[in-house]
């Protein structure tokens, strides 16, 4: 029998409640913020101004308001994620905290189309089949520019692994991609942009162990070359 849920069913992130708690929390507040939004937030402040839009692309459940919130930019936030349940988790519970629930919205990267001043993309090009199509595509939208936090490195790695921290009786696979910085920065800087690398602050620029496999978590600042 054809089914058509496949997005979902194989979707590792709609399929890990500790995942949905820890968001949840941090939603809620109930959790430190992290680090790397306290970061991007410091690489997105000389870049903007107030009342101008930010996208949060792959926002998980939108925590990162919370963070945009708190700078004082005065900046309009909006946050897409293509799963679906964690996306319901913001829609629940930031609205207490002052943002709209249509701010939030369930939807692929690759179907996103439009324009934005800013765009924030965290810890996700990393876990997806690779980055040239979604990048271009968040990079097309932004006017002035776009941060990022990705597994960057001297060479491109590409592996297809077993996750072990989902819910229990689930046997499902994720991308654990690592790409090249130079190649990745030659992309960026060829659709319009002038990027830089910025060490990322919480792991020093050494890797970080995430479900099992090395990550090396650098930021990427690139603004648009008028």
């Not at 930019?73 to 207490?96: F, H, S």
């Not at 271009?136 to 936090?149: F, G, K, T, Y």
């Amino acid at each position: 029998m054809i089914r058509t849920d496949g997005w979902a069913a194989h979707n590792i992130w709609e399929h890990s409640r500790t995942v949905s708690d820890l968001y949840r929390r941090r939603c809620r507040k109930e959790e430190p913020e992290m680090t790397a939004h306290a970061q991007a937030i410091e690489l997105l402040a000389p870049l903007a101004k107030a009342g101008e839009t930010l996208l949060d692309a792959g926002c998980g459940a939108g925590y990162f308001f919370h963070s945009v919130a708190k700078s004082g930019l005065g900046l309009n936030y909006y946050g897409v994620d293509a799963a679906a349940p964690l996306i319901a988790i913001g829609t629940e519970e930031l609205p207490r905290f002052g943002l709209p629930a249509e701010r939030l919205m369930t939807v692929r990267l690759e179907d996103l189309d439009g324009e934005v001043d800013h765009v924030v993309c965290i810890n996700v090009l990393s876990n997806i089949d690779n980055y040239h199509r979604p990048l271009e595509r968040l990079l097309s939208m932004a006017r002035r520019s776009v941060i990022l936090r990705e597994s960057l490195k001297a060479d491109a790695e590409y592996a297809w692994v077993k996750d072990g921290y989902l819910d229990p009786g689930l046997d499902l696979s994720v991308h654990v991609n690592h790409y090249d910085a130079a190649e990745f920065q030659r992309f960026i800087d060829a659709c319009g942009f002038r990027s830089r690398l910025v060490q990322d602050r919480w792991t020093g620029g050494r890797p970080e162990m995430v479900i099992g496999h090395p990550h090396y978590w650098t930021f990427v600042v690139a603004e648009r070359v008028y």
